[in-house]
């Protein structure tokens, strides 16, 4: 795994699952897999961050806002990051319109349609670029252009399952903040964390549990990397 570099934000992966490890169901529902303390905890750390990042499929699926939102309002709302190599984010998704609440940054690949970035940045989002990799956007040059460009020194990575194992292989997780609720989903739910492409045990990445709580009927692990 590659050691921090400075070039990079600190980098959280937040991730609500069944106990089995599946973030939704096989056609894809995850609303809501853990109850209301446990959500109410994750608009808490989305707070507590610069930027809040998600998968193009997740956007597509899930149509998320993204934002925070608790009884009191944050300070600043985070920058809300999809990774978007071809630009499938609708411009009628709730990303699109709650920009009056919060900021947008879709990062697409260097060969996307450069008239839906127009179209979309128009619109009011901010479209940038970055180079594709083995496994969608080079997560190295992403992370670079959120530190470097967008100030983002904080990121908090919300899923799904394929960003959440492409980051993880790329050693960029710094801490992860799991949420576990008491039901089972199956073999057939969409697995939490994607393919690792692991060669030996010896390869996995590994992290040391720094706090478990109960939250309402959820429990919410804290885990920081072992470097
Ligand atoms: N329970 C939870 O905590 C939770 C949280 C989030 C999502 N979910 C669920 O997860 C499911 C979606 O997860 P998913 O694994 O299918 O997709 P995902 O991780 O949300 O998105 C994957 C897509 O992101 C784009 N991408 C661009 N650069 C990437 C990179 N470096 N690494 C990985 N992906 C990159 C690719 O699409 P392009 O090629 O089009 O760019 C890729 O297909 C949904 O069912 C959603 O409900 C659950």
Same mark, same amino acid.
């Given at each position: 795994?590659? #050691?921090?570099?400075?070039?990079?934000?600190?980098?959280?992966?937040?991730?609500?699952?069944?106990?089995?490890?599946?973030?939704?169901?096989?056609?894809?529902?995850?609303?809501? %897999?853990?109850?209301?303390?446990?959500?109410?905890? =994750?608009?808490?750390?989305?707070?507590?961050?610069?930027?809040?990042?998600?998968? $193009?499929?997740?956007? =597509?699926?899930?149509?998320?806002?993204?934002?925070?939102?608790?009884?009191?309002?944050?300070?600043?709302?985070?920058?809300? %990051?999809?990774?978007?190599?071809?630009?499938?984010?609708?411009?009628?998704?709730?990303?699109?319109?709650?920009?009056? &609440? /919060?900021?947008?940054? &879709? =990062?697409?690949?260097?060969?996307?349609?450069?008239?839906?970035?127009?179209?979309?940045?128009?619109? @009011?989002?901010?479209?940038?670029?970055?180079?594709?990799?083995?496994?969608?956007?080079?997560?190295?040059?992403?992370?670079?252009?959120?530190?470097?460009?967008? #100030? =983002?020194?904080?990121?908090?990575?919300? !899923? !799904? +399952?394929?960003? #959440? $194992?492409?980051?993880? /292989?790329?050693?960029? &997780?710094?801490? %992860?903040?799991?949420?576990?609720?008491? &039901?089972?989903?199956?073999?057939?739910?969409?697995? @939490?964390? @994607?393919?690792?492409?692991?060669?030996?045990?010896?390869? $996995?990445?590994?992290?040391?549990?720094? #706090?478990?709580?109960?939250? +309402?009927?959820?429990?919410?692990?804290?885990?920081?990397?072992?470097?």
């Amino acid at each position: 795994m590659n #050691a921090r570099s400075t070039s990079r934000p600190h980098v959280t992966l937040k991730i609500a699952t069944s106990l089995d490890g599946r973030i939704a169901t096989a056609s894809g529902e995850s609303r809501w %897999i853990t109850g209301e303390e446990a959500r109410t905890a =994750v608009h808490r750390l989305r707070a507590e961050h610069d930027g809040v990042l998600i998968g $193009a499929e997740t956007a =597509v699926v899930d149509d998320p806002e993204l934002t925070v939102r608790l009884e009191t309002a944050p300070v600043r709302q985070p920058l809300r %990051i999809v990774l978007d190599s071809r630009l499938r984010v609708s411009p009628s998704s709730r990303l699109m319109k709650t920009l009056a &609440i /919060a900021p947008l940054l &879709i =990062v697409a690949a260097r060969d996307a349609d450069r008239t839906l970035a127009a179209q979309l940045e128009s619109a @009011g989002a901010r479209v940038d670029f970055a180079p594709r990799g083995l496994d969608g956007l080079e997560l190295d040059d992403v992370l670079a252009l959120l530190k470097d460009t967008h #100030a =983002v020194d904080r990121l908090l990575i919300e !899923g !799904g +399952g394929r960003v #959440a $194992a492409s980051c993880l /292989a790329a050693g960029c &997780i710094d801490r %992860i903040e799991w949420f576990r609720a008491p &039901i089972l989903l199956g073999a057939e739910g969409r697995a @939490g964390i @994607g393919p690792l492409a692991l060669k030996s045990l010896a390869d $996995a990445p590994r992290f040391a549990r720094v #706090a478990v709580r109960e939250v +309402g009927p959820d429990l919410w692990e804290s885990y920081e990397r072992i470097s």
